[in-house]
């Protein structure tokens, strides 16, 4: 959760005037972790096992990096950050509604319903009723529902489709994909000079932690207590992104900040545990 929370500090920073063009840093942040996961994989033997499920590989990178990444770049231009926020934070409802429509009925457990539920009211309470106000674009809306669908459904599909498949191996290959995909866009919006040290940082800091180790240990994760459960990371997102906010960017604490917080813990952990009955 505290990977997937320090993206959004150290895209601001990056994306500051002197630094990269969003689409760029899509594609560098991808790429370096790509360059960093591949060898990895390459010395513990994982890759031959990958391109025995690579269509299905490919697949996941559409609809959990291509897919969103570009939806996400497109919808926030026309709507709040934490309209946006507040958007992401579905991924669980998807996740479950996908989950059950594929047969795990143990998904609407009581425990886990209320807890996402009660971390869904503090998430909005931490990025503000505000957020909701003023004019915010439907089709920007839809972009951003689009890119959390993908965020749910992806997981579910490829342990599903690759249930043995270790996770650093999808990731990499993913990742190296993805590249791919957006090379046109990073040779189009190269920079012309040298970014300042600030933006070129947030770039290597970027790749590496919540790129490539956050992606890995998130399907540890999904391996530990399966994917509807671990979707329950996006709460923490929220509020790991706002704490640092208020740390780092000097942002206002505000009293539904510190409702909210609480809230969240308490939803992530009632619909994260495991139940006594399986």
């Known amino acids: 959760g505290f990977l997937w929370g320090i993206p959004y500090l150290f895209i601001k920073i990056a994306v500051d005037p002197g630094g990269f063009q969003p689409g760029f840093l899509v594609f560098a942040r991808v790429s370096l972790g790509a360059i960093f996961l591949i060898p990895l994989a390459v010395k513990r033997g994982l890759l031959q096992e990958a391109m025995k499920y690579f269509r299905w590989i490919l697949l996941y990178s559409i609809i959990e990096l291509v897919g969103p990444w570009y939806f996400l770049s497109s919808g926030e231009r026309h709507v709040s950050s934490g309209l946006a926020g507040l958007l992401i934070a579905t991924v669980p409802f998807w996740s479950t509604i996908a989950a059950s429509m594929l047969g795990d009925k143990t998904v609407w457990q009581s425990h886990r319903i209320f807890g996402m539920v009660i971390g869904f009211v503090g998430v909005i309470l931490v990025v503000g009723l505000e957020s909701l106000r003023g004019k915010n674009s439907g089709s920007s809306i ?61 770039l290597i800091i970027l790749g590496v932690f919540p790129t490539a180790i956050a992606f890995v240990l998130f399907f540890q994760v999904i391996v530990s207590i399966g994917p509807t459960r ?38 992530s952990y009632l619909s994260g545990k495991k139940s006594s009955i399986q």
Do not use: C, D
């Open 142 to 202: 839809a972009l951003i529902l689009l890119a959390a669908l993908g965020y749910a459904i992806a997981p579910i599909m490829i342990r599903r489709k690759a249930p043995t498949l270790n996770g650093l191996a999808i990731n990499s290959v993913a990742m190296l994909i993805t590249a791919i995909i957006y090379i046109p866009v990073g040779i189009i919006q190269f920079p012309h000079a040298l970014p300042n040290a600030k933006s070129i940082w947030s």
């Open 230 to 267: 671990a979707s329950m990371i996006t709460y923490i997102n929220t509020a790991v992104a706002v704490l640092l906010g208020i740390l780092v960017l000097n942002e206002p604490l505000t009293l539904g900040i510190g409702l909210g917080l609480p809230l969240i813990l308490i939803g």
